[in-house]
Each structure stands twice: as C-alpha cells, then as structure tokens.
C-alpha cells in the first residue's frame, strides 16, 4: 500500500448472503439460534423474517479493509454497532450488502477508516471503524 491520505476510498465490497451461507456460519461459530434458520420461529419473535448473524456481518465488513491492506496483520482495531438486521430471504437471490469505506484520520502511523453498510435502502451497521497500521 502506498501513502495513505484522509478521504482515499477504499474499493467497495459486494457480499451476498444466502440460507446456506447462514448453515454453513452457524457450523463453524455454534451459533444455531432459530432466527438464523427459522421464519416461523424469527417472525414470533418480532423479526421480518431469518437474519443473518451479526458477528457474519461484521466480519464481512472488514473484508473491505482487510482486502485493501498488504498484510491483514494490519487491522489493530476494529469495532461496530448493529443497527438493522440483514433479512436473509428463502430464495436463490439472498441478501446482498454492500460495504465502502474512506479514511478519516492519518496520524502517527494508523489511519482511521469508517466504513458503510448497506443492504437495501438501508444501513445495517453503525459506528463501524477500523484502525490500521501504515507507513
């Protein structure tokens, strides 16, 4: 990576998230919560429908940062708020969210990066921030 300055955007990141990418999640954290899964049970508990896991979110959301760095290793800090959950529909189209993310700050070797998620019309995380190690 080059010299970072504050406003460089990072090249954005499309993710679709589909039933069985919320198996396959669910698998590898041991999070088998029914609104994962379950439409009957996500819908009685007061959600549009099965949603996504959060932490699956989050994680894709530092794709866009991790990608653009050279060394992953990079990322010294990370942190997000959930705001809306990402409703994954039983078809084959699946939930698509779409992640940017622009520099804020540059000082003293980090660089502070903010980063957008988007689902729909909607933002589906708040507050979402990586700190990263530059030259």
Same mark, same amino acid.
């Given at each position: ?28 954290? #041991? ?14 508990? %007061?959600?549009?429908?099965? @949603?996504?896991? %959060? ?5 894709? =959301? =530092? ?12 990322? @010294? ?16 189209? %699946? ?5 940017? =993310? ?6 003293? #070797?980090?660089?502070? @990066?903010? @980063?957008?998620?988007?689902? %729909? ?15």
């Amino acid at each position: 990576m080059s010299s970072v300055e504050v406003g460089t955007e990072l090249p954005p990141l499309t993710v679709t998230v589909r039933r069985e990418n919320l198996v396959r999640y669910a698998g590898a954290s #041991g999070d088998f919560n029914p609104i994962h899964w379950n439409d009957r049970m996500a819908v009685a508990l %007061g959600l549009p429908g099965v @949603i996504a896991h %959060g932490m699956l979110t989050m994680a894709s =959301a =530092a794709r866009v940062v991790t990608d653009w760095l050279s060394d992953p290793a990079d990322l @010294i800090e990370y942190g997000v708020r959930f705001t809306k959950p990402v409703v994954v529909p039983d078809d084959d189209k %699946g939930a698509t969210i779409t992640f940017s =993310a622009k520099v804020d700050k540059v000082a003293d #070797g980090r660089a502070e @990066i903010d @980063i957008t998620a988007v689902c %729909g019309d909607e933002k589906v995380l708040g507050r979402a921030r990586a700190v990263v190690r530059v030259s």
